[in-house]
């Protein structure tokens, strides 16, 4: 066996959402910008992320993370994401995870450092790394300029017309009640809610324009959540999130929870410090808040802090042989 490629993998999951990151085996990524070493990686070593993500080593919902060298003066690491459909600019729990392994594994210097600048697509973003007894209990991100961008646009799909808001946080996300479109966040309505998160997806990018003030490469709209009364006493939602070609987040969504309260705060429904518990499918929470108000371009915007717990679950190394057909994966 000539083995083509020998990738050095940390699994780990964040509030139930795995992510698997890059952490070796990798070639050296060219770009003056993390957006350029992002888009260098997407030109030249997509199989990469194929083989990482696609069967028989992942699968569709997989989800992905490269840890790099920084290129933003005063950060500590840089990352990007990736996902089973293609790349994203900014993922809230792949955040949490990279930091976690970062201080643990001694990535960044010195080992334990508790306070993380992380370069991304998005821009920078802090990761204070919390511990007790001596271990990472949880990760609190200090995130992007986060701001509400579209109010109650109207949508068709193949169960009616339907208002969504369009708020942003890394990346803009599509919110909606899931009654709104006849069902809940329940097992039995996800492929009911995912094919109908895919109706919308593709109308918005379609007939809505959407771009950063300040950063034009993003301008889609990425992610779609479905909010529903939450089955945790201490949260004021459960929600459903889809994303690339009908992935299902199994987290509450970090960087979605950012965006909600940037929108809840836009409407005057949320105060700076006020705090948002966001849950997920699986039952887990994330803590969010607004910490400052700022602007981006004309739009108003807030800076947003999410916590959530991140968990190491394995070290593998991922290796391809020349020989097999199927070299970089499938999906079905």
């Known amino acids: 066996m000539r083995i083509d490629r020998y990738i050095s993998i940390v699994d780990t999951h964040t509030e139930c959402d795995p992510t ?61 994401f990736m996902d089973a459909a293609g790349y994203l600019d900014l993922c809230g729990h792949g955040t949490m995870a990279c930091a976690n392994v970062a201080s643990t594994l001694g990535l960044v210097v010195p080992k334990g450092k508790e306070v993380l600048q992380i370069d991304t697509p998005a821009g920078l973003v802090t990761a204070k790394i919390n511990y007790r007894d001596g271990e990472v209990s949880d990760v609190t991100i200090r995130s992007v300029p986060s701001f509400l961008y579209m109010k109650d646009v109207e949508v068709k799909t193949s169960v009616g017309t339907v208002n969504v808001d369009i708020s942003y946080s890394g990346s803009f996300f599509a919110f ?59 949260a004021h939602y459960k929600n459903l999130l889809v994303y690339g070609e009908g992935a299902l987040g199994r987290d509450p969504c970090a960087t979605g929870a950012c965006a909600r309260v940037a929108l809840e705060v836009a409407e005057g429904k949320r105060k700076l410090d006020e705090e948002l518990v ?44 020349h020989r097999d057909p199927m070299e970089n994966g499938w999906l079905i």
Do not use: W
């Open 20 to 80: 698997r990151i890059i952490i070796g085996g990798i070639p050296y990524l060219h770009g003056k910008t993390i957006v350029e070493k992002r888009d260098f990686f997407r030109k030249h070593l997509d199989p990469i992320r194929q083989c990482v993500l696609f069967e028989p080593r992942g699968h569709k919902d997989a989800f992905g993370a490269v840890i790099t060298d920084p290129v933003e003066k005063g950060s500590d690491i840089g990352i990007f």
């Open 176 to 234: 909606l009640d899931a009654k709104a479109v006849g069902y809940s966040v329940k097992n039995e309505h996800f492929p009911a809610l995912i094919k109908i998160a895919m109706e919308i997806k593709k109308e918005l990018n379609s007939k809505v324009k959407v771009a950063h003030p300040e950063m034009p490469h993003i301008n889609k709209v990425e992610l779609i959540e479905f909010l529903d009364q939450p089955s945790n006493p201490e």
């Open 278 to 321: 966001y849950e997920g499918i699986l039952g887990t929470i994330y803590r969010a808040r607004a910490v400052e108000k700022t602007k981006v371009g004309n739009l108003a915007a807030v800076i947003p802090e999410i916590t959530g717990r991140t968990f190491i679950t394995g070290f593998l190394n991922i290796v391809s042989d």
